[in-house]
């Protein structure tokens, strides 16, 4: 009896260890954290002409394991799942709680350097930091990027503006209006009208669409009008199909693979190449909501997208193709899978960012330079080593 007492109770008290663990967060002692600086230059740098930079926001390695698990079973079957090289990213910022936000985040992959959160294309005292499409630009190279968010929010804000704050999306539009950047596709279109007009965000009667048309972009605001253009004889576009975020994947106004595709066709016209961020922006609102059919279906749209870059990449033989995350939401894991009835479940930590390290994929010339651990804000300086600029930190801060 007394031997049964004992398993009784240690089972008990494994049990609430178990739920103690699942519940509780533990602590342990950090040391100093410093920014690092410049990242190592490439040995035997290849030329490379274009560079594609694809951030699902948000993703952290269990969210592409569970949507490879939800669609592939226990097969490989992402685009995601073949790089020329494997890496991982470091997200934190210069916060004080090292956990970034996409403000943050998104400014180490722009503009190489790391800031605190908030920020949009600044530094940490807000001031001004050039990024990796302004450099593009100055090379004579198309722009572009392609969100399924406003264009105005955090990460494509990252690529386009300069505010210290990135609640400041009425500056964010104006800026954007005027940004070197060829191609632009997302939503937003409500932070770019008047305040007249009924869909209008903004309290001013600035009409930033019609500036865009004024200095020569083609600008639509639906996709039966951007459909029916003739990509191939468009010079520059912006898209913008909504007034705030694009649907989720399922209902999406147009998938964003298909503007991947689209938005390629037009940059690579351009003898001296190009730059094109993509964002698969609402894999991170899955997350923040705890929602794992939400963040597998995000996830999935986001590896089609991967998928169009890759075989332009493929054919192409000069187009340098990375894949990351600004950071990971929701601290998911993978708990459970049961192939008979065909389901997997996951746990989350909590609803918001967590300071886990990321996925780092790169195809392409020089993509084993980003094999192994990296900050965030290397990614920038080691890809641009391939248009011949070994020191971005020079060019980004250079006033």
Known sequence: MKRYLH??????????????????????KISSFAQVGDATAIQNVKPVKNIIILIGDGMGFNAVGAARAASFGRGAGLTMDSPQALGQSLTWSLSDDFITDSGAGGTAISCGLRTTNGRIGAD????PVKTILELAKSLGKSTGVVVTCSVTHATPADFLAHVRSRVNEWEIARQISVAPVDVLLGGGRGYFLPASDRESFRDDDL?????MR???MTVVT???????????????????FVPMHMAKAPQREIPLPEMVEDAIKVLSRNQKGFFLMVEGSQIDWEGHANNLQGNVDETLDFDRAVAKAVAFAG???STLVLVTADHETGGLAINEANEKEGTITAGWTHGDHTGGAVPLLAWGPNAQAFAGVHHNFHIPQLAVQGWGVKNFTTFATDK
């Open 7 to 28: 398993l009784a109770l240690v089972a008990l008290l494994a049990l609430s260890l178990h739920v103690y663990a699942a519940d509780q967060n533990d602590t342990v």
């Open 124 to 127: 940490k005292d807000g001031r």
């Open 207 to 211: 009409d930033l669409l019609a500036a």
């Open 214 to 216: 004024k200095r020569g």
């Open 222 to 240: 639906t996709v039966e009008q951007f459909r029916a253009l003739d990509l191939n004889k468009v010079q520059s576009v912006a898209g913008l």
């Open 315 to 317: 054919k192409d033989g």
